[in-house]
Each structure stands twice: as C-alpha cells, then as structure tokens.
C-alpha cells in the first residue's frame, strides 16, 4: 500500500456495550460486529466522556474532555475553534462523507469540510437540513412513510413507549444510512483520494421502534431483564432519584417491559445488519485491506437496567460503557481483546497514529494499546453537566402528573445543565462526585457520592461509598480524579472584560 489509509468510523447512538453478545448478551447474537472483532481488537472496558450525544460526538472528534471545549449540552454542538479529525483528514488530501446523524457539527464551516454529507435523524429527515454531495438513494416520500409510527409512538405507561411495525426495513434509518454508505463506497471508483467516512446510525437510540423483519429476531421471551436493585438498598443521590421518578417502568407489566427491551435490542440487530452489508461492500470493492474500520457508540441505555428505558445524568454502566472494535487487516491484532479502560477520546489519537499522520496538540486523548505501541491506562473518566442549578424531587413533584416522558421531556434541558458530575472508573471499580455543593434547603442525599465494586457488583446495585471500610478506595479515586481535572483544564486563558485590567490597576489588588 502506498497512500494514506482509508477510514471507517461506524456508530450507534445510545447503544450500551451488553447489547451485544460479544459484550456477554444472551439473547441479542450480532454477527456482523463478531466478525469485525476477528479480523480486528475488541476493548472491553470502552467509556464515554459524556453519556449524551452531543458532549460525546464532539469529545470524540475533538478528541477534547467536555469540559476543555465547552461542549457540555446537546445545545452546545462543535464550537468553530476546535481542530478536530475531519480538519485534519482534508488538509491532508481525504475525501471526506458523513452518512446519518449528525448531532455535532452545526457550523457552516465544519459542514464545508463533508463532500458528502446525508443527514437523517430519529424521526427521519431533518428539516432545513438537505443533503449534499449525494441525493437520496430512496424516494424522500419513501423516508418520510417509514418514520411515521416514529413520530407518533404509542404509549404503553407513562415512561414506558415502543412500536413494532410493518414499513420498509429499507426506508428506515437504519436501512437508508446502509444502502446510501454503500452506494458512495460504489461510486467512488473514480475518486483517487482516500477517504474517511463517519457512518452515524441513529438507533438503537429512542423511539423504540423496528421494522417486524427485526423484531423477529429478538423474541420477548428470550429477552433476560436485569437485575433489580434491592428494596434496601443504600441510597443514591437525588439526581438519581429523579430520573428514577421520570423514566420508571418497574412498577409496568413485565411482558410490556420485556417486549419494549426486546425492541431496543432488534433495532441492534438491525443496526449489526447494516454493518456486515458495509463490510460486505468493502470486501467486494477490494477496500478491505486499505480501510481501517472503527465500530463505537456515543453512549448507552438503560434498556431495563435499575428499573429504567433511555438516557440520563447517571454514570452506570450501562449508560457510559459502550462497543469499541477497531479493526485494520494485517496491521491491528487479529482477534485481540484488550482490557484497560479506554475512552472515546482516544479513537482519534490512534487512527491518526495508524495513519501516520500528525497529531494536533491540543487533543487530549491517547493511542488505544494493542492497535498500537502506547502502554494501557489504569483508568478513564466521564463527566456530565454545565455548572446548572439542580433539579430537585420537589421541582419534579410540582409538575403535572402522572410522571413520566412528559414531566422528562419538560425538565431535560435542566436535568442536562446541572451539577458538574464527574466519574472514575478502574477496571474493577468506578467513583462518582460532583463538586457543585448542595441546593440550599435541599435534600441532604444530592451530595451523595458513588462508589461501586464492579467485580462483585457487575450492575452497580449497592451504593458503597458511605461505607467507612471502603475510605482508602474512595480517597484514592478521588485523587485520580483530581489529577485528571487539572492535568485536563483548557489552557486557554479566557479574554478579561475590557475595564478590568484598569479595575485591577487601580485597586492595587494583586489576587
């Protein structure tokens, strides 16, 4: 090979790592993503900077915490400062696409750099929004049908919403992102430029619905709903608790439970589908061994866990943790797995590493181990929030009941400012803090810490972070997060308002 490689990077939005039955899933088999795990590495310990989808879409590409890029809340996308991947892939001669959903890049400048770009999100095509570069391989008014139930999803409880329906596999989101990617891999016969593609699916994420061809696949019988955690159980903080009284379907019928996790994980399958027609298409294109192809998500799910269906502001596993495979033939170990928690921010650092090209200073990330020299790291972190004002049980109770995607709905721009929450995990353990003190006359538990012995206790059930014998474990990981706060702070000064160099002159302060 004598250019630059090709890159691949597949994602799912809200797809946790357990969804897949590489990750230790019984019900939901996906062979596509087994296949890439052969021929490439698997990390089994993969978290994001942020469980919400744009935080973590532009803390990958940045290869920057959230806190370092102000990209906290999904109203704050890439900010026109940052150098990020695609940046660097066109000033080094790539053809460039993205194919799904964005959720990242908003300014017009960012967007200049895709030469392909086909935006489509849950509910189908954007408004405003066209594609460029490339039209639709389906008839728009064929999109359109097939997100129709998405846009106007039964309710089976107050927190509680999924669908199975009979529209064209092919129209969906997940069916479109596949063919269209295929297609432009086809029509670049002519193009002698490598290429880096974002390949952006936007299931398994919320609405839960699948087309009958998926939901077949994964029966509600077969689908095993996690453990629960125990009526005394230590308690949680307050923020916990009220996306618990947001987002609880425990008290639902657990058929009605068991089927809406069912469908979250056909639109897995679904999406795994997709991925193998991809590589399919690389295989017959003769690309396969000129692409490195990396598969991730942005952040997880509950799908059932601690009695909850979709996202939030907490840290377990199941929100943070996610697939990670980076494959690239007879260059990255063969069916390798590596074990030490890495993070999102890392998948640039180590593309640009494979592709032999240079490494913008500010990224903060590091190469993965294994699918390159670097040595493997003890920890990783995560973190979520913008400094907000807390939303408490109490502002919870005064909205209009009964409680659920509605009172979640009205409350999750609050919800997603709030605190500044922040998360240690080890392989065997995981702390969670937030440094913004308590809401004044609020509940003493919203300062909570978390701790969690994750060998022992895989689903984060008992809360051991007040537990006296457990000290040492949580001042050392506080340490760690400490250290990573600082060694992670902009090192950008940020501007002073004109009158104040003059205000400090004339004071004589020196503070």
């Given at each position: ?341 890495v993070n999102l921010i ?24 294994t699918v390159t020299d ?48 922040k998360m240690v995990r ?86």
């Open positions: 090979m004598t250019r630059l490689p090709n890159v691949l990077v597949i994602m799912a939005d809200q797809m946790k790592a357990t969804a897949s039955h590489l990750y230790g899933n019984t019900f939901c088999h996906t062979p596509a993503l087994e296949r890439l795990a052969r021929a490439g590495t698997l990390f089994t310990t993969a978290i994001t900077p942020q469980p919400l989808c744009v935080p973590a879409r532009v803390a990958m590409w940045t290869s920057r915490w959230p806190h370092a890029t102000g990209a906290r809340l999904n109203e704050t996308p890439m900010p026109p400062d940052q150098e990020h991947a695609f940046r660097v892939w066109r000033g080094a001669g790539y053809a460039t696409a993205l194919i799904g959903k964005d959720h990242c890049f908003a300014e017009a400048d960012d967007r200049a750099l895709f030469d392909v770009r086909c935006p489509i999100g849950h509910e189908g095509l954007p408004p405003d929004d066209e594609p460029s570069g490339m039209a639709w391989v389906r008839p728009v008014d064929a999109i359109e049908a097939a997100h129709a139930t998405r846009r106007a999803m039964p309710r089976q409880g107050p927190a509680l919403s999924y669908a199975v329906s009979d529209v064209d596999p092919a129209a969906t989101s997940t069916g479109l992102v596949t063919d269209q990617t295929i297609a432009w891999l086809e029509g670049r016969s002519a193009d002698a430029r490598p290429f880096a593609a974002w390949v952006s699916y936007p299931d398994p994420h919320t609405p839960y619905e699948v087309p009958r061809r998926w939901a077949d696949t994964v029966p509600p019988e077969s689908v095993e709903l996690p453990p629960q955690p125990a009526a005394d159980a230590p308690p949680l903080p307050e923020r916990t608790r009220v996306l618990k009284r947001l987002l609880d379907v425990s008290q639902e019928d657990e058929d009605e439970v068991r089927r809406a996790v069912a469908v979250y994980h056909a639109q897995v399958r679904a999406v795994d589908d997709g991925v193998g027609r991809i590589l399919d298409a690389l295989d017959g294109l003769g690309l396969t061994d000129d692409t490195i192809v990396v598969f991730c998500a942005d952040h997880g799910d509950f799908a059932g866990e601690h009695g909850m269906t979709r996202k939030g502001g907490a840290f377990y596993d199941c929100l943070v943790r996610v697939p990670l495979i980076v494959s690239w033939p007879g260059r990255v170990p063969a069916g390798a797995v590596e074990e030490s928690p890392d998948v640039v650092p180590t593309l640009l590493r494979l592709q032999g090209l240079p490494r913008p200073a500010a990224m903060q990330g590091e190469p993965l181990a670097a040595a493997p790291r003890t920890a990783t972190f995560s973190e979520y929030g913008a400094g907000g004002a807390p939303c408490t049980l109490a502002d919870v109770e005064a909205l209009e009941r009964p409680h659920g995607l509605e009172a979640a709905k009205a409350t999750l721009q609050w919800r997603e400012a709030e605190g500044r929450r080890t392989a065997a353990w995981k702390y969670v803090t937030d440094p913004v003190g308590p809401a004044p006359g609020g509940d003493a538990a919203r300062d909570l810490d978390e701790l969690y012995d994750l060998a022992h206790d895989p689903h984060e059930l008992v809360n051991l972070a007040a537990d006296p014998a457990h000290a040492g474990r949580v001042a050392e990981l506080r340490r760690l997060l400490l250290e990573w706060a600082v060694a992670t702070e902009d090192h950008r000064p940020l501007p002073l308002p004109p009158a104040a160099p003059r205000r400090l002159a004339s004071t004589g302060s020196s503070s």
